[in-house]
């Protein structure tokens, strides 16, 4: 039996051959799909005909703003990945439609989740994993991630927000439909050891502020002074007018948590009367600091990747959610084709707008990694 | 109550040093306290009180005794 992962990426636009390649790339029968595609891509649809021609398989989705694939990237492409039984004992999966309330939209999915795995709160987080995808129109991912983790909190959800470039868009599919304001879901018993991820190349400056009035992705003080001022002195323009996304972009703010950076980059309109957009929520009374790269991209993940080597040997595949601001960076820095020839692996992913592992972050990696 | 019995109560829930870390880092999103960091006589009462509130809705600390 195949252990590794399979995979196919398309840049074909027929939705039919679309599908024959799918399934001629993920194989004959996985435990478990996951696929991503471009908006211009019938992705609902297409999910609707893979689920169709494996219906033993639980699959899971969502549109990006990229589709990425070992040594390839794309805009308005589609790539799923098959996970063969040898490696997935188990996998379910859930839509929770928010449309009626986060909350009850949540209750439902982890009710189904919970028809093939039991109580979540049993499962054992070493041979458990769950994949999670946000629409990012609604702001719904700080508030998803308290939720689950009350219902589960040792059971980690890693993935990303749905987007495509100007996210005005996103889209979350899994064998049982596609919406647009929730999330998607699935849980993956493995059979074999896995390595969860999450890799930033920014580190704290010694520039940090107590944030002291926020109200969720608004922040309005930082010790006690308009966000806007301090991040004007800070970045070096005269006045919060002068603030732009150029200007914040490569100076953003974060929390610091087990030494490690946790962005919470600004996100349109960037700023307004004094306070900051941001695309993430910080807490009131959050310590914050501004951050600087500690190293290139591309430094960073051949040692992302050595280190996840030296704990699983070599990978049987990988799912990355690549923030779309890494990949900004990447090609206005040159190296977007050299980063993406790093993974020697299966690999499939996309570009995300905030990256989801325990809470909602942004200008990160989150990956999964099955040895 | 004090920040140093919440995380008492706390690592005698969880199994591993991973899974404290875990949840510490769920208590730092929520509430900007690190429970490795904070010391006793950082934090208001309120934000103790929120902290607390935050382990309970995960469902630790349910036999917490003040």
């Known amino acids: 039996m195949s252990e590794s992962m399979r995979y196919a990426h398309v840049r074909e636009t027929d939705e039919a051959s679309i599908a024959d390649a799918l399934v001629a790339g993920v194989g004959p029968d996985p435990a478990a799909i996951v696929m991503f595609y471009g908006s211009e891509r019938p992705g609902a649809s297409l999910s609707r005909r893979i689920a169709a021609a494996y219906p033993k398989a639980a699959l899971i989705g969502c549109m990006g703003a990229s589709e990425l694939s070992t040594g390839q990237h794309a805009a308005q492409s589609v790539v799923a990945a098959g996970l063969p039984r040898g490696l997935v004992a188990r996998a379910a999966v859930a839509l929770a439609d928010y449309g009626d309330g986060l909350e009850r939209g949540i209750a439902r999915a982890l009710r189904e989740l919970e028809q093939t795995f039991g109580p979540l709160t049993s499962l054992d987080p070493a041979t458990h994993v769950g994949l999670i995808f946000l629409d990012s129109n609604h702001a719904i991912e700080e508030r998803t991630h308290v939720v689950l983790g009350n219902h589960a909190p040792l059971l980690p959800f890693v993935g990303g927000s749905s987007c495509r470039f ?46 002291t009035r926020v109200e969720g992705r608004m922040l309005h003080e930082l010790d006690g002074r308009p966000a806007a001022e301090v991040y004007a002195e800070y970045v070096g323009v005269a006045h919060p007018s002068e603030l732009t996304y150029l200007n914040l972009m490569p100076n953003p703010i974060g929390l610091v948590i087990d030494g490690e950076a946790w962005l919470r980059q600004v996100w349109p309109p960037i700023q307004s009367n004094g306070t900051i957009h941001l695309g993430c929520a910080i807490a009131e009374g959050s310590e914050l600091f501004f951050m600087k790269p500690k190293t290139d991209l591309v430094t960073s993940m051949q040692a992302e990747l050595r280190g996840v080597k030296h704990l ?41 707008a905030g990256e989801s592992w325990i809470g909602h972050m942004a200008q990160t990696l989150t990956a999964v990694y099955f040895g | 109550m004090t920040l140093r019995a919440l995380k008492q109560a706390l690592v005698a829930e969880l199994s591993s040093d991973t899974a404290f870390r875990f949840i ?39 036999g917490f005794d003040e």
Do not use: W
């Open chain 1, 166 to 211: 100007g996210f005005d868009r996103s889209e979350v599919v899994t064998s049982n439909g596609a919406i647009t304001h929730g999330c998607a879901l699935m849980v993956l018993e493995l059979s074999r050891p896995f390595h969860v991820s999450r890799s930033c190349h920014f580190g704290p400056t010694s520039t940090r502020f107590i944030a």
């Open chain 1, 312 to 352: 699983l040997g070599q990978p049987r595949g990988a799912l990355f959610f690549d923030c779309v601001g890494r990949r900004s960076e990447l090609e206005i820095t040159g190296a977007l084709d050299r980063y993406m020839q790093l993974p020697d692996f299966p690999m499939i992913g996309f570009n995300t």
């Open chain 2, 24 to 62: 510490n880092t769920r208590v730092i999103l929520r509430t900007g306290v690190d429970l490795q960091r904070a010391g006793d006589d950082e934090l208001s009462a309120e934000r103790l009180s929120l902290v607390r509130k935050e382990l309970q809705e995960m469902g630790f600390l349910r």
